[in-house]
């Protein structure tokens, strides 16, 4: 076996922490994103509470106000009836204030609709912001200890990357590309164990020929 294959094999393992440590590190955007993510579905159901809020006061509003215009006009029509000369006319206002105040009625209810539906609106709001500050508290912390565990990778890699150096130092500089071009084509890896006549990596069958090339001794470094 040449000398040089001891120092590739620990070379690799170095080289398959460092892929496995910028696989983690990869993954933090992602993690942070979903975070984002969290937040802003947080924000967004504050917002349709706040919506919800806004059109049902509006709508109260609304129907307060069509109480108000029609019960004027019931106390229009039943001033007006007191002057009136004909019976037609006396029934025509008659028939124009129970209008009227049918209407006063439907807007009553509506408003009272409104009311108990307020109840559950209001709810949905104190549980929207209930659920934001939780988030806002829960996004905090989360993004704290990734920041943490990324720093904490970092070093990881730093470290890596320096153990790689010494690593390189002793082995020869045509190995060390073929190792590099090989390893580069098959993300990282660049040897493989042979057991009974097979490769463990590819899985193909290695030839008697080149397993005794790949056995014998190597004087030369």
């Not at 071009?181 to 290695?206: F, Y």
Request: negative net charge; aromatic residues 4%; charged residues 35%.
């Amino acid at each position: 076996m040449h000398p040089a294959i001891p120092r590739l094999i620990d070379l690799q393992a170095i080289d398959l922490k460092i892929v496995g440590l910028r696989a983690q590190l990869d993954a933090f955007p992602k993690r942070i994103m979903a975070l984002d993510h969290k937040l802003t579905d947080a924000r967004a159901a504050v917002a349709s509470a706040k919506e919800a809020q806004v059109n049902s006061l509006k709508e109260r509003k609304k129907f307060e106000l069509d109480v108000e215009q029609w019960k004027d006009r019931a106390r229009k029509y039943r001033d007006q009836s007191g002057s009136v000369k004909t019976n037609e006319a006396y029934k025509a206002l008659q028939h124009e204030i129970a209008n009227a105040e049918a209407e006063v009625s439907k807007a009553e209810d509506r408003q009272l609709e409104l009311m108990m539906g307020s109840e559950e609106i209001d709810g949905r709001m104190r549980h929207a912001d209930a659920d934001l500050k939780e988030a806002e508290a829960s996004v905090a912390a989360d993004r704290k200890e990734i920041e943490v565990q990324y720093a904490a990778k970092k070093k990881e890699i730093a470290a890596a990357q320096a153990e790689r150096q010494k690593a390189v130092a002793p082995i020869p500089e045509d190995m060390l590309s073929l190792y590099d071009r090989i390893a580069k084509r098959h993300e990282g890896h660049a040897l493989a164990q042979v057991k009974d006549g097979q490769c463990k990596g590819c899985g193909l069958r290695v030839l008697p020929h080149t397993l005794q090339l790949l056995t014998q001794d190597h004087d030369d470094e």
